[in-house]
């Protein structure tokens, strides 16, 4: 049997499934995990509102359509509607990889007791919550973001210093990471300038910065089809 895993990626918007497509399936494609991404289904509106009922949907019908594919999610906590899994449990000053933990855990908890019997969704379904959005892993390399928006290197280097690492920045939606960077290029575009900046940095140094990211990828890497 194949040793190559084949997995579709439940995301939240254009970015990011363009990010997985030209940036993360490449790279992930070289170590035998084959990545497509789909945007959720009726997507929430800009600020979020990414619905679980929503999710489960897209989740059982992948699941459901092909047995040999695995799948996942990529969804910013600070986007997820209030009747996501483990919401309420996260703890007042929860650190970016407590977070994670605690709502994936949740989530996997919570498809388990649908799927898990008919369609292997404990071996199959992998659960991935980015604490922040996409723009938090441009920060992995300030030099590299500093210069697609056109500011000193030190201006971006002062924010994650502040907030400690790049997924850290930051915890309400006014100082988000894409707030951030807004507030030093006014004319950022993520599907552009922020696709670009991410192809520079490369996804060796987004993982080495951020831990979140980083799990995720080990928990891809390891899924094989003769798993099951």
């Known amino acids: 049997m194949s040793s190559s ?22 790279y992930l494609g070289a170590k035998g995990v084959f990545l497509r991404a789909t945007v959720l289904s009726k997507s929430g509106q ?19 359509q092909d047995k040999d594919v695995c799948v996942s999610l990529l969804v910013d906590y600070y986007g997820i509607g209030k009747d996501w899994p483990g919401l ?8 970016p990889t407590e977070v994670a933990a605690t709502v994936c855990s949740a989530t996997q ?12 969704s404990d071996v199959r379904f992998v659960p991935n ?18 210069s697609e928006i056109k500011v000193k290197p030190h201006a971006v280097e002062a924010i994650v210093q ?3 690492e790049p997924e850290a920045i930051d915890n309400s939606r006014e100082t988000a990471p894409s707030k951030r960077i807004e ?33 995720w990828l080990l928990r ?9």
């Open 5 to 26: 895993g084949r997995v579709m990626v439940i995301v939240e918007g254009r970015t990011e499934q363009i990010f997985i497509r030209e940036i993360l399936a490449p």
């Open 46 to 64: 800009k600020g979020g509102d990414v619905r679980f009922v929503r999710a489960r949907k897209d989740i059982a019908e992948h699941l459901k």
């Open 88 to 95: 309420k449990d996260v703890r007042s000053g929860a650190s």
């Open 109 to 120: 908890s919570a498809i388990d007791t649908e799927f898990a019997e008919q369609y292997r």
């Open 129 to 146: 919550i980015a604490v922040h959005e996409f723009e938090a892993l441009l920060f992995s390399d300030p030099v590299a973001l500093a």
């Open 162 to 164: 502040a907030c400690g």
């Open 183 to 215: 507030q030093l290029y006014a004319r950022f575009k993520k599907t552009t300038n922020g696709i670009e900046v991410a192809r520079k940095i490369g996804i060796d140094r987004m993982r080495s910065r951020c831990p979140v990211f980083d799990s």
């Open 220 to 228: 891809l890497e390891s899924l094989t089809v003769d798993r099951w």
